[in-house]
């Protein structure tokens, strides 16, 4: 069967893709497995999508690997998760390096035990000048956090005498995200059949395309990709304008 990837434009790809990893637990389930199980399965999809990614020339990923809610799962599954993602961190340190590829982490990292925080942080620093594409991995992160944080580090601005309430517009208030540097997402993936955001990059998907797709997460592979993109090339992107506005401007 011919690839999907044939069917995609590559002088109009998204530059950044975050993707919401839905369905591991339900994907264990119907084999009768524990939701760990189902987990360790979505490492081959988190491979398989960030090769993809830098092949096509995408140069931002993020993906939603642990949310602040998260935390509220049962202690046997966060700890797991937790050795799952150091496991994986150290194991892909290789592939990583020799993909071109930075890896990053966003959330409130404070919250990782030491050795998940160490092996994070020994993986950042080992791919730092990495540019073919950026990989963030947002864990113990959700939205209002990150937004939260952005209001307090404004506040500080402006008591310090730093920065002036006048000042304050969208580019500042962005810049204290930890998003920073990043340009939005065009295109929001959600696995699993679920159509919500989930406390996802509540400011940066303002404008986004959103994709949702039945499929659980450890069996999405990079067709599935390829089919996402492609339908997000199929839409008309406004930003509020009208169609006839963006056909004159063009
Ligand atoms: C959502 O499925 C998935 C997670 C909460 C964890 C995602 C983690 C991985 C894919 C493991 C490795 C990740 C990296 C970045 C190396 P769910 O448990 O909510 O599934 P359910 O909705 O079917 O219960």
């Known amino acids: 069967m ?10 109009r790809l998204p530059q950044h893709i975050a993707v919401i990893m839905d369905g591991n637990g339900r994907w264990a389930k119907e084999q009768g497995k524990m939701r760990i199980f ?7 999809a988190v491979r ?13 990923l993020t993906l939603y690997a642990f949310s602040t809610e998260n935390w509220n799962r049962s202690q046997i599954e966060v700890d797991a998760l937790m050795r799952l993602l150091s496991k994986t961190m150290s194991d892909e340190l290789k592939t990583l390096t020799d993909n071109n590829i930075r890896l990053n982490a966003i959330g409130d990292l404070s919250r990782l035990p030491k050795y998940n925080y160490d092996a994070l942080m020994k993986t950042i620093d080992a791919t730092k000048y990495n ?18 944080q952005a209001a307090k580090m404004i506040a500080e601005k402006v008591k310090s005498g730093e920065l002036d309430i006048e000042q304050i517009d ?9 998003t920073s ?13 679920e159509e919500r955001l989930s406390n996802f990059l ?17 069996d999405f592979g990079k067709e599935d990709l390829y089919l996402a993109i492609a339908d997000y090339q199929n839409r008309e992107r406004r ?10 401007n063009k």
């Not at 947002?138 to 956090?145: E, F, T």
């Not at 509540?202 to 450890?218: C, D, G, I, N, V």
Request: aromatic content about 12%; some cysteine.
């Open 170 to 178: 969208e580019n500042v208030f962005s810049n204290c995200l930890n």
């Open 131 to 148: 540019d073919r594409m950026t990989l963030t991995l947002c864990l113990s992160y959700s939205g209002r956090w990150e937004i939260t």
């Open 48 to 60: 398989a999508i960030s090769e993809a990614c830098a092949e096509l020339g995408v140069k931002y």
């Open 239 to 248: 930003f509020g304008k009208t169609s006839e506005q963006l056909t004159e």
């Open 181 to 193: 540097g990043m340009p939005d997402p065009e295109l929001l993936i959600r696995t699993s059949g």
């Open 38 to 44: 189902g987990h360790q399965n979505g490492v081959g």
């Open 2 to 11: 011919e690839s999907l990837k044939n069917k995609i434009d590559i002088k």
């Open 202 to 218: 509540l400011w940066q998907l303002a404008y986004s395309e959103f994709y949702f797709t039945e499929k659980f997460w450890p």
